[in-house]
């Protein structure tokens, strides 16, 4: 059974307009539209700013990136 929740993005959390009962056990898949809306520029500060924080993390080699997703 797929079922739709609306819910808003705020301050880097996923929150939903009301109050959602789960059963337990229940597996959850969270899909977040980006806004159609964003202009050009919104788009490139998104990217530069992803591309600055990848600055920022350890380079892996081949083997090792391997390992990683094979992890996950």
């Known amino acids: 059974m797929l079922v739709s929740y609306?819910?808003?993005?705020a301050?880097?959390?996923?929150?939903?307009?009301?109050?959602?009962?789960?059963?337990?056990?229940l597996t959850v898949l969270i899909?977040?539209?980006?806004?159609p809306e964003l202009?050009?520029?919104?788009?490139?500060?998104a990217?530069?700013?992803a591309m600055d924080?990848?600055?920022g993390t350890p380079l892996l080699t081949r083997?090792?990136?391997l390992a990683?997703?094979?992890q996950a």
């Open 6 to 9: 609306q819910a808003v993005v």
């Open 11 to 25: 301050n880097g959390q996923i929150q939903l307009r009301e109050p959602v009962n789960l059963p337990d056990g």
């Open 31 to 35: 899909v977040v539209a980006w806004p």
């Open 39 to 45: 202009t050009e520029n919104q788009e490139n500060e």
């Open 47 to 49: 990217l530069n700013q």
């Open 53 to 55: 924080e990848a600055l």
């Open 63 to 65: 083997e090792e990136a």
């Open 68 to 70: 990683y997703l094979e």
